[in-house]
């Protein structure tokens, strides 16, 4: 059973910076699409980070610079560095899985995934 668990969430002040982590169990992600994503109040969600199985990343624009996609392989973990966070990336977060290898579009739609975690609170006030 697949299984993604996101932490690291919580509450920061503009400016400030978080790591989140995604625990991945039961699926082989080395080599396969992970993103992630984030959901705020009354919007949809949105693809804000994601690395393929090569390792090559690709960010949304609103946080290019900002935030930064690795994995462990050793540790089956997917991190998202964020930096210089602002009050517009509260938002829950949520870390996903696909089966393949490469992007099927551009690696930062939610229908390219198969598996979702439960999300991570993360408010950023001013």
């Known amino acids: 059973q697949v299984r993604l668990v996101e932490s690291g969430g919580g509450s920061m002040q503009a400016g400030g910076s978080l790591r989140l982590s995604c625990a991945v169990s039961?699926?082989?992600?080395?080599?396969?699409?992970m993103g992630w994503f984030r959901q705020a109040p009354g919007q949809e969600r949105e693809g804000v980070a994601t690395?393929?199985?090569?390792?090559?990343?690709k960010y949304a624009d609103s946080v290019k610079g900002r935030f930064t996609a690795s994995r462990d392989s050793a540790k089956n973990t997917l991190y998202l560095q964020m930096s210089n966070l602002k009050p517009e990336d509260t938002a829950v977060y949520y870390c996903?899985?696909?089966?393949?290898?490469?992007?099927?579009?551009?690696?930062?739609?939610?229908?390219?995934?198969?598996?979702w975690g439960q999300g991570t609170q993360v408010a950023v006030s001013s």
């Open positions: 996903a899985a696909s089966s393949f290898q490469r992007w099927r579009t551009s690696g930062l739609f939610a229908d390219e995934y198969d598996y």
């Open positions: 039961g699926y082989t992600y080395r080599n396969k699409c």
């Open positions: 690395i393929n199985g090569f390792g090559t990343t």
